[in-house]
């Protein structure tokens, strides 16, 4: 295998679907997103303030729920080619939680799915932290390499600082926003456009 060649990325929306599990969750809390459910804010999708759905997330991402998400779209399939055909590996930067025993579930919850070998490391930030710090530290050490998200700023703080950003699709993603950044309608794509094939 080649040397590892370190992928940047995001979790929730990118390589697990917290989305579902989350929605699932606060059914179960007898809450329903009632508001427009495309959108990323959740107190926009839930209709409710900002500070109740911070702390409904807080306490969603510091429950065992946190262990078992799946893998989001066909993330698997191609996070282990990029590994296996390619020698890529991912450094994950997961606003997660500072809680450590939530941060080892969703590092089990990623070794289980994907395979611990396909990852670099973990950095793990507060719920909803913001990651320019972090970022700006690491692109440092891995200039310009890819940056996965599906948080149009999180990418455009990347692009800003020299990675190749990409963003995920989804319902939240205006176009207009994204500036140069693409969009990637699926992992197959996201494949396709870091091992230099076309993908338009
Ligand atoms: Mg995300």
Do not use: C
Not at 42 to 56: A, C, N, P, S, W
Not at 132 to 144: F, M
């Amino acid at each position: 295998m080649m040397d590892p060649k370190v992928i940047l990325i995001d979790t929730d929306g990118v390589l697990l679907n917290w989305r579902d599990t989350f929605d699932a969750w606060m059914m179960r809390q007898g809450i329903y997103a009632k508001g427009d459910v495309r959108q990323y804010d959740q107190t926009v999708r839930y209709g409710i303030d900002q500070e109740k759905i911070t702390h409904l997330i807080l306490m969603f991402n510091q429950s065992a729920n946190i262990g078992y998400l799946p893998p989001l779209y066909d993330s698997y399939k191609y996070v282990r080619k990029l590994y296996e055909e390619h020698g890529y590996k991912f450094l994950v930067v997961s606003s997660l939680s500072k809680d450590p025993y939530a941060q080892k579930l969703r590092t089990k919850n990623l070794k289980m799915i994907f395979g611990k070998e396909v990852f670099e490391d973990f950095i793990y930030l507060d719920t909803g932290a913001d990651k320019t710090e972090v970022l700006a530290e690491l692109s440092k050490i891995y200039p310009g390499a890819f940056w996965i998200e599906d948080k149009v700023g999180n990418a455009k703080i990347g692009s800003e600082l020299g990675f190749d950003s990409i963003l995920i699709a989804h319902p939240h993603i205006k176009t207009e926003d994204t500036g140069s950044t693409p969009i990637m309608k699926n992992w197959k794509e996201v494949y396709e456009y870091v091992i230099g094939e076309t993908w338009i």
